[in-house]
């Protein structure tokens, strides 16, 4: 793969979270009847006219601002003209020479644990759109059918530069922009429904040579497609090249059946868009005063929360990355420590991004569903620090508030006896009984197997169901063996 | 009652003198007689017309009546109107119902005037003859052998027939005008955003402006005030004060500044039009204006420009008309671009194609610069010769049209000399100024029409020039056959 580089930008259709859609008064919610939600306006009816909703400019403004871009003071709505049947004016309401939202970066993170790196990715812009509506072709008898509702759907167009060099950086962008996008409330990030769709262009070149031919694989409605058609498209291009071939210019769809790609047009059969300024919208007008105002609303972003993580929680980089991934897990985070007590910050961490994850994970249970709540671990932590329970019996405390048992690790550990046994003189007795118990181990230790010590332990503590503290359970140990 | 103002109507009416139903009746009635050779009306539906008819009268005998309550005015078939066949002069649209009302058609209806019918007009208002309609070429009432202008050449027809006491009309490049100049009737474009395009098929989006045609500038004041007003379902419409433009018809002329462009005066005009046209020019000083020549520079490029952007917007306008959804669709074709084709090509007429196709071509990659930016820039200077003139002079004035009516046929082999026609009155809608057009006498028995241009927001100004003018001559009372 050496002898190779790869380059990839990124499209994202995000559907913003408006109630009504960007040119009329029609509901965007999902799922309805057939063109139950296309208005005049929508279905392109003679005479009809658009109206911006400011909504949906809200939200470009509020994704410029958490991206650090500049949000264009004047933009500019154009039309993009073609003709299709699910397309009822013959064009989209897009923008095109002067976009909404232009720059910005967005940091990302690739990979996990120690292979783990970041990287900042740079937004070229960030437009708004109509969408169009859905051709069905399957429901009807040798002809289509046309459901509008999806027509007039406001979205945001993203794009990157050509800054990820391999699918896994890919991924870690997508999944990057998916959280930010829902972390400000502009896209509920549905991916199955649509709202939230990657088209990424890929080229392949020789390290030092110019930008290779690039393809873009269109319309990615998950990660996983994200990467597999990512993969490849790499090396489809890279054994094309290799066996002499030139790359053309097209755009390809991805096969999840097939794990292939397959083109769907090439560039002798490009539009002409025919692209000019919308007569019927006025230059988009955005004033210092409402960029402001938009970001007093706005929640405390990723970056900035990840870097108080590690400044206020003495967290890694690493793990703030991960409990800022999204909004919802950076809050059940802090209101685990809220309960636990800063100086447990970092177990806190680990039980939110280890244990807690795993466990949903197994269940496939989200975070929001979460039977065990922020206040509840953070009352297990609590008692992990103040020496109450072990890690050990803090699993079992931790299961049984997953299973409903009790409302509080306290309440649970009160009525199942597991508080943990710190008394001295009663672990001593405990021990004698133990080393009594187990001569022939005692000798083995005394005969210098070491490995016989830790069995003499394991036995002390399943004598004390686990309620010892080890820590002290081996320093008696110790002393008695000496 | 036939042959009374606007003005003259409403008292009657209010004296109940006569009732809306029968005043309705007898427009009707006449609309039956006269209309199978004028054609001045594409649909006429009495049950609907009288239906409001009687709902006005209700409204009269509750004293509930506004001065246009119980008038019957025609519309322009460019405005939709529910449950009305709405064509716009176009086979593609001549199955198509209106599922809704156009702004000014609901204004009408609030006002409670009554809708006397849709009336003819070029197809999607794309000519200066009323010769593209699909439903046949409009006469001239003052000489039925010739056109009666256009592309509001029903309206106009309608109204010197006296088969309506008043019409809207719309003009994207003098289409107000210009027929109400070949018709000797009193014609108003507003200033652009006056009137609420909601409803009015697009043509040109940035040119087009509805407003009213009628016998006299009081009429077009009255009209006006039912017609104006801001609309938030067009962006391009203004917010202003509502105003009463019947406030300043009376107001003496002593000091007014006509400003007469040296480029209205020069070739390309026919004599006799210029000489009715110097008459009213000296008739205004008798009335204690003065006169100052102006130069409108870059005026002589105004019909190129013109007939580049009117194109574009059109081009891209007009693609909503694709047989999908509502409107012609081609009886038999194969593929989806096979349906695309036959419908488009059967459902236009010649004149709509050619512009469809310059738009297009203008708009294509590689030449948007050179045509559709540039055209743009005139546009721009055109807009600032009208800033310089208006700061050395209060109304400009000229002729309207350089020809009187000219004959069926005699230019529509030759569209070049069809869009001369609209030279004087192009600038006017690249500006977006408001303009008027009114009697000022005749030339071979064919009534000549004098335009007056104001500054922006200038229609009281501009209704009061043309109502004193009015009062002082009398042009605008002749009648055909007189």
């Keep these: 793969m050496n002898q190779w580089e790869v380059v990839i930008g990124i499209e994202t259709h995000a559907q913003l979270s408006t109630r009504s859609k960007i040119f009329s008064g029609a509901s965007t919610a999902f799922g309805a009847a057939p063109n139950t939600q296309a208005c005049a306006v929508d279905l392109a009816l003679p005479g ?39 397309l009822p004016k013959g064009y989209q309401i897009s923008q095109f020479e002067l976009p909404v939202v232009v720059g910005g970066n967005l940091a990302i993170q690739v990979g996990q644990g120690d292979k783990a790196y970041e990287k900042s990715v740079r937004l070229t812009r960030a437009h708004l759109e109509e969408d169009a509506g859905k051709s069905l072709h399957e ?9 509008l509702n999806r027509a007039g759907t406001p979205l945001l167009e993203i794009v990157t530069e050509p800054d990820m060099a391999s699918s896994a950086e890919a991924v870690a962008y997508a999944r990057a922009l998916h959280a930010l996008v829902r972390w400000i409330g502009i896209c509920d990030g549905n991916m199955q429904e649509g709202s939230f769709r990657c088209d990424a262009n890929v080229s ?78 006025l230059p988009l007008v955005i004033s210092r005063d409402w960029v402001e105002r938009t970001r007093a609303g706005m929640p405390e972003l990723p970056e900035a929360k990840k870097q108080r993580f590690i400044a206020d929680y003495g967290l890694s980089a690493y793990d703030a990355t991960t409990l800022t991934a999204s909004l919802e897990v950076a809050d059940f985070y802090e209101a685990t420590v809220a309960v636990a007590g800063k100086a447990a910050a970092k177990p806190c961490a680990n039980w939110v991004m280890v244990d807690l994850a795993a466990r949903l994970n197994k269940d496939e249970r989200e975070l929001a569903d979460s039977p065990v709540a922020a206040a509840q671990l953070g009352g297990l932590v609590a008692r992990i620090a103040d020496n109450t329970i072990s890690n050990n019996i803090a699993k079992k405390v931790f299961e049984a508030l997953w299973n409903g048992e009790g409302s509080s690790a306290d309440e649970i550990i009160e009525k199942q006896g597991l508080k943990q046994i710190t008394d001295s003189g009663a672990i001593e007795k405990l021990i004698d009984e133990v080393l009594a118990a187990n001569a022939a181990m005692v000798a083995e230790f005394k005969a210098g197997k070491e490995k016989a010590f830790n069995a003499l332990v394991g036995q002390a503590m399943k004598a004390t169901k686990g309620k010892a503290n080890p820590q002290q359970v081996n320093e008696l140990l110790k002393q008695k063996l000496s | 009652m036939i042959g009374k103002t606007l003005k003259e109507l409403g008292a009657a009416l209010a004296a109940r003198q006569v009732s809306s139903v029968e005043l309705t009746q007898l427009y009707l009635d006449r609309i039956a007689r006269l209309n199978p050779e004028i054609n001045a009306f594409i649909t006429v539906d ?22 246009l309550t119980g008038i019957p005015i025609a519309q322009k078939d460019i405005f939709c109107a529910q449950g009305w066949r709405t064509t716009c002069g176009s086979k593609m649209l001549d199955n198509f119902v209106s599922p809704y009302d156009a702004t000014v058609i609901g204004k009408f209806d609030a006002a409670g005037a009554v809708n006397l019918g849709k009336t003819n007009m070029d197809e999607f208002a794309m000519g200066s003859s009323n ?30 027939a006296l088969m309506a006491p008043a019409a809207t009309g719309t003009d994207t490049g003098g289409s107000i005008r210009q027929p109400a100049a070949l018709c000797n009737l009193t014609g108003l474009k507003p200033t652009y955003g006056v009137v609420s395009r909601w409803g009015m098929i697009a ?8 407003g009213p045609m009628a016998r006299s500038a009081e009429d077009c004041a009255l009209m006006l005030n039912v017609m104006a007003g ?39 005009c026919d004599a006799g039009v210029m000489t009715a046209v110097q008459e009213a020019i000296a008739e205004y000083r008798k009335l204690g204006a003065e006169t100052i020549e102006v130069s409108l520079p870059n005026m002589q490029h105004g019909v190129a420009a013109y007939y580049v952007i009117a194109p574009a917007e059109a081009s891209s306008n007009l693609s909503r008309f694709d047989g999908v ?52 820039r005139i546009r721009r200077l055109i807009a600032n010769d009208f800033v310089e003139a208006f700061k050395r002079c209060d109304v400009i004035m000229g002729p309207t049209s350089p020809c009187t009516a000219f004959g069926l046929g005699e230019k529509s082999a030759d569209p070049v000399q069809m869009y001369l026609s609209d030279i004087y009155t192009i600038a006017v809608n690249l500006a977006g100024l408001p303009g008027m057009s009114i009697p000022c006498g005749f030339a071979g028995g064919l009534p000549v029409g004098l335009q007056l241009i104001g500054d922006y927001f200038a229609e009281a100004r501009l209704l009061n020039a043309a109502h004193r003018y009015q009062q002082a001559t009398g042009w605008h009372l002749r009648k055909p056959g007189e």
Aim: with cysteine.
């Design chain 2, 230 to 268: 801001f609309d938030d379902k067009d962006s391009t419409s203004l917010e202003r004060a509502t105003e009463d433009y019947t406030r300043d018809l009376e107001k003496p002329l002593a000091g007014l500044k006509i400003g007469l462009p040296k480029e209205f005066y020069g070739e390309g």
């Design chain 2, 325 to 376: 959804r509502y409107g012609y669709r081609a009886a038999d074709y194969g593929d989806l671009d096979d349906m695309y084709r036959k419908s488009r090509a059967q459902g236009f007429g010649a004149e709509v194609k050619r512009r469809i196709l310059i738009g297009t071509y203008v708009l294509s990659h590689g030449y948007y610069d050179a045509y559709y930016l540039q055209a743009q």
């Design chain 2, 203 to 210: 043509f040109a989006s940035s040119l087009d402006q509805a």
């Design chain 2, 46 to 67: 009495a049950e609907k017309s009288l239906a409001q008819a009687g709902a006005a009268d209700a409204r009269l005998a509750a004293g509930d009546a506004g001065p």
């Design chain 1, 48 to 86: 009809v006219l658009p109206v911006l909703n400011r909504g949906a400019v809200e939200c470009a403004i509020k994704f410029g601002l958490a991206i650090g871009a500049e949000v264009a003071p004047k933009s500019v709505f154009a039309r993009k003209n073609y003709f299709y049947p699910d």
């Design chain 2, 131 to 160: 010769e593209t309609s699909y439903f046949g070429a409009v006469k001239n009432p003052w000489d039925v052998k010739r056109v009666p202008g256009g592309s509001s050449g029903g309206s106009a027809a309608a109204v010197a």
């Design chain 1, 204 to 281: 392949v070149r020789r390290p030092g040579q110019p930008l290779g031919t690039r393809r873009e694989i269109k319309n990615l409605n998950s990660f996983r497609f994200l990467q597999q058609a990512i993969d490849y498209e790499i090396q489809w291009q890279i054994n094309e090249i290799e066996e002499g071939r030139k790359i053309q210019q097209a755009t390809v769809l991805f096969d999840p059946e097939t794990g292939e790609t397959r083109v769907m047009r090439t560039k002798e059969d490009a539009h002409d868009y025919r692209y000019f300024p919308d007569p019927d919208l």
């Design chain 1, 139 to 147: 429901d009807f008898h040798g002809k289509s059918g046309i459901d």
